[in-house]
């Protein structure tokens, strides 16, 4: 009832534009305050699929608290369970993921085809899974575990060749620079914080020394920064304390910046900004845009509800489904971001694991329509699946395979050659009505997406 309330409260002031449940933006965006785009994008674009990573102390009690399934929780438990501070930091004496294997995990996102990993260093719960020496809520001072998975998942991700990269969380419910939106009388609602009276400068003092730390410790290909909302608020005598502002989110795209000019920042730095602004790329959560957006952008998706672990979501997506959400980024343009909870103990989930897997076999095939690909030529979708293209060549990513064994592609351009990636035999062609025709074998090669290529002379000319 408390978390529905807030949630109301936020949705009406415009500050959720798109959240978990899926729902559009809720309002326009403000204007951007600074420059975007800066750094290369290079590898980013090319890249297509990466694998981000919740870990934290939340897969501590899974989505449990006092033996009661605690509603939407994983890394949100803390929040959604009322946990007071001291209670929770507790959790960090239970931290001994004693399984814990950095390359196993890098192998791991390496066969599903991913090429990049996002991790959470730090989420809104506040605790650090790096070394940090601005707190000693971190994961080498305060667990009996006294490592730090960070450094060793950068390691890995070097000597296996996957580009490696940072979450942190602006809002922090464990730091006293950053209050509840309510105690309650022992029962706090952390989400979301303000800032205590005077919180506000020394708390980007501490995220500076963290960002930091994390650039100069793991060299970070990409940050990526979740949900500033910090609100302002008036103190009972009548004090205005400011929340986030966009000169934070402008003072904190600097700092790093001027650190490292090269690393790829998200757009969330700015709370009023998430489709649009001060970011190298849009993050829309939990959905794809149907025709892809404007600029660089990237779906971030869990693969049940959860992103945290939390023992009892068995509500996994199937790989098929999967599979088409990839392309279905790619075709609009954009970068696929899956998430994965692994366990207190430090393992990634069977269930997800094996969908990974289906997901890496069919990359093995058919990764030549999705990495380095461009979006869809294609104003309209098409009946039969989806496109992505690169220089004279379309990919047609077939997901509903045609009964009467034609493909119809909607251009004027005539295919000079046309095949499956399945087995690169040659296809029949021909000029219809409606566009350009593929024959094709009666059964697909594959029943959740074949590609068919086809070669053609200059840019897609579309009906
Ligand atoms: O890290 C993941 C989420 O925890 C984080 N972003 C992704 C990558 C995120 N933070 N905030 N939000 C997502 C949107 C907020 C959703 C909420 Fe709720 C709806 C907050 C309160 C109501 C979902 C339901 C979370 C708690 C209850």
């Not at 602004?277 to 971030?300: A, F, Q």
């Not at 289906?358 to 989806?386: C, D, V």
Request: proline share 7%; glycine share 8%; charged share 20%.
């Amino acid at each position: 009832m408390k978390i529905k309330s807030a949630l109301k409260m936020l949705v009406i002031t415009g500050i959720i534009s798109g959240c978990l449940c899926g729902r559009p933006p809720q309002r326009a965006v403000a204007a951007p305050v600074g420059k975007t785009h800066t750094a290369d994008m290079g590898w980013w674009k090319k890249d297509r699929f990466g694998m981000f990573i919740h870990w934290g102390l939340y897969a501590v009690p899974a989505g449990v608290w006092h033996g009661k399934h605690a509603p939407e929780s994983g890394e949100w438990i803390m929040n959604n369970a009322h946990i007071p501070r001291k209670q929770y930091a507790q959790l960090a004496k239970r931290f001994d993921p004693t399984e814990f294997d950095a390359a196993r995990w890098v192998q791991i996102a390496k066969a599903a085809g991913m090429k990049y990993i996002v991790i959470t260093t730090m989420h809104h719960d506040g605790f650090c899974m790096f070394k940090t020496n601005a707190t000693h809520y971190n994961v080498v001072d305060d667990t009996p575990w006294h490592k730090d998975p960070v450094a060793a998942l950068d390691k890995a991700c070097q000597q296996q060749g996957i580009k490696f990269c940072t979450y942190y969380s602006v809002e922090n419910w464990h730091s006293k620079y950053q209050l509840p939106h309510s105690w309650n009388h022992g029962h706090p609602i952390y989400f979301p914080t303000r800032f205590a009276v005077g919180g506000a400068k020394p708390y980007l003092k501490y995220m500076t020394r963290q960002l930091g730390e994390l650039i100069r410790q793991y060299h970070p290909a990409l940050m990526w920064f979740d949900n500033s909302v910090i609100t302002p608020w008036t103190t009972p005598s009548g004090q205005h304390v400011a929340g986030w502002t966009e000169t934070d989110a402008r003072t904190i795209w600097d700092y790093v910046r001027k650190i490292d000019p090269t690393v790829i920042i998200n757009n969330r730095l700015d709370a009023w900004s998430k489709f649009k602004g001060l970011g190298d790329y849009s993050t829309p959560e939990e959905k794809i845009p149907p025709r892809g957006l404007p600029g660089p952008w990237e779906t971030c998706m869990t693969i049940n509800n959860t992103w945290g672990y939390v023992s009892w979501d068995h509500d996994w997506k199937s790989s098929t489904m999967l599979i088409h959400h990839l392309i279905h980024c790619a075709s609009g343009g954009g970068n696929f971001l899956l998430n994965v909870g692994p366990t207190a103990k430090g393992v990634i989930p069977k269930p997800e694991v094996d969908r990974l897997l289906a997901m890496g076999k069919w990359l093995q095939i058919n990764g030549e329509a999705i990495y380095g690909s461009h979006r869809t030529p294609f104003a309209k979708a098409l009946t039969f699946g989806y496109a992505t293209q690169k220089p004279g060549k379309l990919f047609l990513e077939v997901t509903k395979w045609p009964k009467n064994r034609t493909l119809v592609v909607p251009m004027r351009n005539v295919i000079t050659k046309a095949y499956l990636l399945a087995d690169h035999l040659k296809l029949q062609t021909a000029t219809g009505l409606g566009g350009q025709l593929v024959y094709l074998p009666a059964a697909a090669p594959d029943p959740v997406a074949s590609v068919v290529v086809v070669d053609i002379a200059g840019k897609v000319k579309p009906y």
